[in-house]
């Protein structure tokens, strides 16, 4: 079957940084995207990985290892407004998008 | 642009009533997606349109939901007869390209509750 696995939840401190893995077991691959989404809203875009590697954006960045069938989210300079869930979403071989039960970051003063 | 639209943004309805969820896509969009969000089973996609054409809708619960997309900037998701399991938030979301490479937009959802 397929299957994303993120850690339920997750607590880091203002100004620090915080690592969210994803781990995936998709028949086949063609992308992964990590969204966020604040309570009560909808979910918005945050990065794209198709290669392996770290994409970097501001205080995101995104990293993929298509062999280990893993990624992460990485988040910089915490801010209060950066709690919200996080969810990481898998592009199989034909073409269904599937989607992790997401992650709940929680950032304390 | 406005983004997505959605209406009505709260549905309160009892057992058994039709109900109907609206979507107008992004202007230019030729994808077009319905999903469902609870808790217990976080984010499922439902349906999701390619030029108005269903491309794969076996996130459909059952044959009481059903959805359509008559033009390019207008498109529906209906239930009927509704049950109470069908409480949720309902997102649609419209992208530029297909769902391995493209980012979603995403509308403000639906909150339908039945009672």
């Known amino acids: 079957g397929q299957n994303i696995d993120q850690p339920t939840e997750m607590t880091a401190t203002e100004g620090a940084i915080v690592q969210i893995n994803c781990t995936y077991q998709?028949?086949?691959?063609?992308?992964l995207f990590w969204y966020q989404q604040h309570a009560g809203e909808a979910p918005t875009f945050l990065s794209y990985n198709v290669l392996d590697g770290l994409e970097e954006k501001g205080r995101f960045s995104s990293f993929l290892s298509r062999s280990k069938g893993y990624s992460y989210l990485l988040l910089k300079e915490l801010q209060m407004k950066d709690s919200a869930s996080y969810l990481c979403?898998?592009?199989?071989?034909?073409?269904?998008?599937?989607w992790g039960a997401g992650t709940k970051l929680i950032i304390k003063p | 642009d406005a983004g997505v639209i959605q209406s009505p943004r709260h549905e309160v309805t009892e057992m058994g009533q039709e109900v109907t969820l609206r979507c107008k896509p992004i202007s230019g969009h030729d994808y077009l997606f319905w999903y469902r969000q609870t808790m217990m089973r976080g984010l499922e996609l439902l349906i999701y349109?390619?030029?108005?054409?269903?491309?794969?809708d076996s996130g459909m619960p059952e044959d009481r939901f059903s959805a359509k997309m008559p033009n390019a900037s207008f498109s529906t998701l209906k239930i009927q007869p509704s049950e109470p399991r069908d409480s949720a938030v309902y997102f649609c979301?419209?992208?530029?390209?297909?769902?391995?490479?493209?980012?979603?937009?995403f509308g403000p959802g639906t909150r339908l509750t039945v009672t």
């Open positions: 979403a898998v592009t199989d071989s034909n073409y269904q998008l599937i």
């Open positions: 979301a419209s992208s530029p390209g297909g769902p391995e490479a493209y980012e979603q937009y």
């Open positions: 349109f390619n030029n108005n054409v269903p491309i794969d």
């Open positions: 998709t028949s086949g691959f063609n992308g």
